[in-house]
């Protein structure tokens, strides 16, 4: 376990008192936890990487509990942390001193679904999996798939503007989000649980919650648009041996794969490796120096064999490719889709691992990897690019053996900077949290930075939500 240093101090928060305790015991009965064994899984967040020492964690059921812990804990000047399944990679979801974690667990409830609209509307603590499951038995899915869908909530999806596998497809939370329900710092309750498609009556507010990462409000409940299940669902895994060829692919099945493309994720050679050698996951394909998964849904299954078909002898015949597999079984399906999913699962059995999300222009995609590969040697154990190519979101993933701080100032901020020059974004998908919070300045203006700080004064003027993430602090 190894703490990221924590360059900062405890804000003047007031600390819980058995009075505090025995007030929310009286609100909540029986969602109360101080259990230090219990409380331990919410103060340590995935990767392990950070440990907040909060002792008291709160499990509301309803908007209304919420709403009443907000407003007392604002008048109390009681700091806390919203969280979700805890499996966010910025260090936001768990303490960072002692805040009160409130938890959406034990809301998880389906308010309503459409099925002539595709709108669902839920509570917030519906994990992702139970969500598509459910509407699965419908014929739909939801428009988002992350590789921690057992886990994740909604509420943190939409509080972390979740990207993921489907975005090149459904597009992001920002667009299928149809509306929330959100509680204010002070306990206010903001309906904006629309399911409308269309509604420009003044500004969009929902979006302000969207990605704010639990320092504007708590979202307890969520509108979402959801697509439909495709009949047919079609994965090809290619090996190829130069980059400069996966762009010319990419091309390619964006003009001939056109409305049928549903995927297009990106691993090199190392990230193959770390998924074998950890999780025994199997290859189908010879060793080629990248590999690139394609995921193709539609409607009628003969029209979409034909196109990927036609689609495969182009890319093979060409050179572009040179080994490939695919599947249209379900099992074989998830087999090819576990090697791309599961790289995070399996890095983390390799050791300490520096997490880069980036946005960068696509011809410059893969030039970074190569760089920290030449700049960092043997100093690192692995360097491995993968990601959301039809994005342009490359996951830069740097291992030790250890924490390794000569490391970690070799990789920063020179890998920052690189990116601001290259006109990418620091974080693409995964927020900024702890850990990212003051690298914002490499992708956004001092004006703009401020401007967010200044609603977040108005929206929590005591800056009781989520404290020490997302925003750097205020500076004159
Ligand atoms: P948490 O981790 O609990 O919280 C995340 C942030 O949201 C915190 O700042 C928290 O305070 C805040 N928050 C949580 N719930 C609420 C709420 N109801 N109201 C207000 N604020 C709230 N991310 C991607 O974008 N794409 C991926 O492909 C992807 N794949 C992943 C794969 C793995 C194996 C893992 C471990 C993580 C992956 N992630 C990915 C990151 C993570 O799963 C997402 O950020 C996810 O959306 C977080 O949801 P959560 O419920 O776990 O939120
Ligand atoms: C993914 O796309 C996730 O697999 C996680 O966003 C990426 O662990 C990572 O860096
Ligand atoms: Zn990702």
Redesign the pocket.
């Known amino acids: 376990f190894t703490h990221v240093r924590y360059n900062v101090q405890r804000l003047g928060f007031a600390a819980v008192t058995t009075e505090d305790i025995a007030f929310f015991n009286g609100l909540l009965p029986g969602s109360v936890v101080t259990d230090p064994d219990i409380l331990e899984a919410s103060n340590v967040?995935?990767l392990r990487t950070m440990r907040g020492r909060s002792q008291l964690l709160l499990r509301p059921r309803t908007t209304e509990e919420v709403s009443q812990i907000l407003r007392y804990c604002n008048s109390r000047n009681l700091a806390v942390?919203?969280?979700?399944?805890?499996?966010?990679?910025v260090g936001?979801?768990v303490p960072v001193f002692d805040e009160i974690i409130i938890s959406?667990v034990q809301m998880d409830n389906i308010i309503n679904f459409n099925s002539t609209t595709g709108v669902l509307t839920c509570e917030?603590?519906c994990i992702l999996e139970n969500l598509n499951n459910y509407l699965e038995e419908q014929d739909f899915i939801m428009p988002l798939d992350?590789?921690?869908k057992g886990?994740?909530?909604i509420?943190?999806?939409?509080?972390?503007?979740?990207?993921?596998?489907r975005l090149l497809r459904y597009g992001s939370l920002r667009g299928t989000v149809l509306g929330l329900e959100?509680v204010l710092a002070d306990g206010a309750i903001l309906n904006c649980l629309s399911s409308l498609r269309k509604d420009n009556t003044g500004y969009d507010l929902k979006q302000l919650?969207i990605g704010?990462?639990?320092?504007l409000?708590?979202?307890?409940a969520v509108s979402i648009l959801c697509p439909r299940k495709s009949p047919a669902v079609n994965v090809a895994l290619l090996g190829c041996d130069s980059f400069e060829k996966i762009l010319d692919i990419f091309k390619e099945s964006k003009s001939m794969l056109g409305e049928i493309l549903s995927a297009f994720e990106f691993l090199d050679y190392s990230c193959r490796e770390v998924v074998c050698e950890h999780l025994k996951l199997r290859n189908p394909l010879q060793e080629t120096p990248f590999y690139i998964l394609i995921e193709t849904s539609g409607s009628n299954d003969d029209h979409d064999q034909e196109k990927l078909s036609h689609f495969l002898e182009k890319v093979m015949t060409s050179g572009l490719v040179a080994d490939g597999t695919v599947a249209t079984e379900e099992n074989k399906i998830k087999a090819l889709w576990a090697l791309r999913?599961?790289i995070?699962?399996a890095l983390v059995h390799d050791g300490f691992v520096y997490k880069y999300d980036i946005s960068l222009p696509l011809e410059r995609f893969h030039e970074i990897v190569i760089d920290m590969r030449n700049r960092l040697g043997v100093r690192a154990k692995r360097v491995v690019g993968y990601g959301?190519l039809g994005d342009g979101n490359l996951h830069l993933n740097i291992v030790s053996p250890a924490f390794d701080q000569q490391l970690l100032d070799s990789i920063e901020p020179y890998l920052y900077e690189w990116i601001a020059q290259h006109c990418g974004s620091i974080s693409a998908?995964?927020?900024l949290?702890f850990k990212k919070k003051n690298c914002i300045y490499f992708s956004k203006s001092r004006a703009a930075v401020h401007m967010m700080q200044q609603m977040k004064a108005i929206l929590d003027p005591k800056g009781i939500l989520?404290p020490y993430?997302?925003l750097p602090a205020f500076t004159q």
């Not at 704010?212 to 320092?215: F, L, P, Q, S």
């Not at 409000?217 to 307890?220: A, K, M, N, R, V």
């Open positions: 967040d995935w942390n919203p969280q979700g399944g805890n499996t966010g990679l936001g979801s959406t917030a603590g992350l590789g921690s886990s994740c909530h509420g943190g999806n939409v509080s972390t503007n979740a990207g993921g596998l959100v919650f704010a990462e639990g320092t409000g708590i979202i307890t999913e599961r995070t699962e959301h998908e995964h927020g949290g989520n993430k997302t």
